[in-house]
């Protein structure tokens, strides 16, 4: 079993290099872009497009999964690795992020106050 494309919750783009990323955005397929959980609870099916015809620039062949005896419990495993690596980092990323934004605040108000 592919993504399920027909889910609202998959997304597909396509970059000037011509390579496709296919992806559930809220995270729930570990083993995207080849497949989808089989009792994935958030499943919904998209309802915008019933019935509508997709022509073949919409849907690209999936590539493969990767050979070369890489289970789908190591993938996930280096998944969740990545995530505690991305989740470690984030709160920095986000307090230097705000602090940004509060400058560029500061600097804007300023530029109101002289502007009455």
């Given at each position: 079993?592919?993504?399920?494309?027909?889910?609202?919750?998959?997304?597909?783009?396509?970059?000037a290099?011509?390579?496709?990323?296919?992806?559930c955005?809220?995270?729930?397929?570990?083993?995207?872009?080849?497949?989808?959980?089989?009792t994935?609870?958030?499943?919904?099916?998209?309802?915008?497009d019933?019935?509508?015809?997709?022509?073949?620039?919409?849907?690209?062949p999936?590539?493969?999964?990767?050979?070369?005896?890489?289970?789908?419990?190591?993938?996930?495993?280096?998944?969740?690795?990545?995530?505690?690596i991305?989740?470690?980092?984030?709160p920095?990323?986000?307090e230097?992020?705000?602090?940004?934004?509060?400058?560029?605040?500061?600097r804007?108000?300023g530029?109101?106050?002289?502007?009455?």
């Amino acid at each position: 079993m592919g993504m399920r494309e027909e889910c609202k919750h998959f997304q597909s783009r396509t970059y000037a290099s011509g390579e496709v990323a296919r992806f559930c955005v809220l995270g729930n397929a570990p083993d995207q872009p080849w497949s989808c959980p089989e009792t994935c609870v958030t499943y919904e099916r998209r309802l915008a497009d019933v019935g509508w015809v997709h022509g073949t620039l919409v849907d690209a062949p999936v590539e493969s999964a990767p050979a070369g005896g890489v289970s789908a419990d190591d993938r996930r495993a280096l998944l969740a690795a990545a995530d505690e690596i991305v989740e470690a980092v984030a709160p920095g990323l986000v307090e230097e992020r705000r602090r940004e934004l509060d400058e560029a605040e500061r600097r804007r108000r300023g530029w109101r106050f002289w502007r009455r």
